[in-house]
């Protein structure tokens, strides 16, 4: 069963800075599309960095300049750097696996940014 299991979360000042892990397991990583995604009270959940693969980037344009994702094949993991930290940023944050279509999530990490 694959498991993904983001880690990092916590409570950051704005301007602050988080980083948030996904350590995944059970699957072909280097073969997965990655994407860390965010659902804050009362709204759906969405897309906030996406790497291919073949390490091909698109970020949401709310974090584009704050935020980097980068993945690590050899260590089956992908990260989120966050910089610049806005209130706006707290939710739950939750790392995605996909390929072939079937994605795959992890239990999410909270991210609370206070002003």
């Known amino acids: 069963q694959v498991q993904l299991v983001e880690s990092g979360g916590g409570l950051a000042q704005a301007g602050g800075s988080l980083r948030l892990s996904c350590a995944a397991s059970?699957?072909?990583?280097?073969?997965?599309?990655m994407a860390w995604y965010r659902q804050a009270p009362g709204k759906e959940r969405e897309l906030v960095a996406h790497?291919?693969?073949?390490?091909?980037?698109t970020y949401a344009e709310f974090v584009k300049g704050r935020f980097t994702i980068s993945r690590d094949d050899a260590k089956n993991s992908v990260d989120l750097q966050m910089n610049s930290l806005k209130p706006e940023d707290t939710a739950v944050y939750y790392c995605?696996?996909?390929?072939?279509?079937?994605?795959?999530w992890g239990q999410g990490t909270q991210v609370t940014v206070s002003s």
């Open positions: 995605q696996a996909m390929w072939f279509g079937v994605s795959n």
């Open positions: 790497i291919t693969r073949g390490n091909n980037i």
């Open positions: 059970r699957f072909v990583f280097k073969n997965a599309n």
